[in-house]
């Protein structure tokens, strides 16, 4: 299984709104990342986890929360959204063993328009 | 800081023709790891190539093909017989092999295929 699954594929959400973003790999991977995509433009990384901790937060604003439940889960919970926060929002994984950076695997990715 | 630079945003090929895609990069590392990523409309990210830097040897897959000039920093994509299913948005990345990061992405490039 090579696959990194992510739900919901489209939401809609008020700016009140709580909702949450799911990602799932079964790779064994020990790294997972969240990405943002605006159109035509390169994934911008917002949060990574190594080994279900977090090692990597570039300053994401706090209405974004990432959850590592466990080594194949990866949730973000929005809140608060403001409208430019509509975007794509991609899910990776990799292996990264041994200090070894190996290639990621994307997610479809969920399409998030906040209205 | 290491910078990758696609300065095309844009380029046509026709089918069954080669096409190069460009793509420098800035980094005062000597441990690092360089990819291509390709992104079909509405579709999954997917690795296309990677290129260790230790590695004189440029990198191949089936009609993919890099060119991977150390010194110059530049790290070009060769799409040879081109298909129609090539088109996509190709997206050039760096990651350090030393340090705990993900990776660093170029502005990508909009491929398209003439039949």
């Known amino acids: 299984d090579t696959e990194v699954t992510q739900t919901p594929k489209h939401l809609v959400m008020g700016m009140t709104n709580k909702k949450s973003l799911k990602c799932e790999q079964h790779?064994?991977?020990?790294?997972m990342y969240w990405y943002k995509q605006k159109a035509k433009k390169p994934p911008e990384l917002m949060f990574v986890?190594?080994?279900?901790?977090?090692?990597i937060n570039e300053s994401v604003p706090s209405r974004f929360s990432p959850e590592c439940p466990n080594s194949s889960l990866l949730n973000l919970h929005l809140h608060a959204l403001q409208p430019e926060d509509s975007a794509l929002y991609l899910c990776?994984?990799?292996?990264?063993?041994?200090?070894?950076?190996?290639?990621?695997?994307f997610g479809p990715g969920t399409r998030l328009t906040v209205t | 800081a290491q910078t990758v630079t696609q300065s095309q945003p844009e380029m046509s090929v026709q089918e069954a023709e080669t096409v190069t895609l460009s793509c420098t990069y800035d980094?005062?590392?000597?441990?690092?790891?360089l990819f291509w990523y390709k992104q079909p409309p509405s579709r999954q990210m997917i690795l296309v190539i990677r290129?260790?830097?230790?590695?004189?040897q440029n990198a191949t897959e089936n009609r993919f093909s890099v060119n991977f000039q150390k010194a110059a920093k530049s790290f070009s994509l060769k799409i040879s017989d081109s298909q129609l299913g090539d088109a996509a948005m190709y997206f050039c990345?760096?990651?350090?092999?030393?340090?705990?990061?993900?990776?660093?992405f170029g502005k990508g490039i909009t491929l398209s295929v003439r039949p």
């Open positions: 290129q260790e830097a230790y590695k004189q």
């Open positions: 990345a760096y990651r350090s092999g030393s340090t705990a990061r993900a990776e660093l």
């Open positions: 990776a994984s990799s292996q990264d063993k041994a200090g070894i950076p190996y290639e990621q695997y």
């Open positions: 790779m064994g991977h020990r790294a």
């Open positions: 980094t005062s590392e000597s441990d690092y790891y």
């Open positions: 986890y190594s080994y279900e901790k977090l090692s």
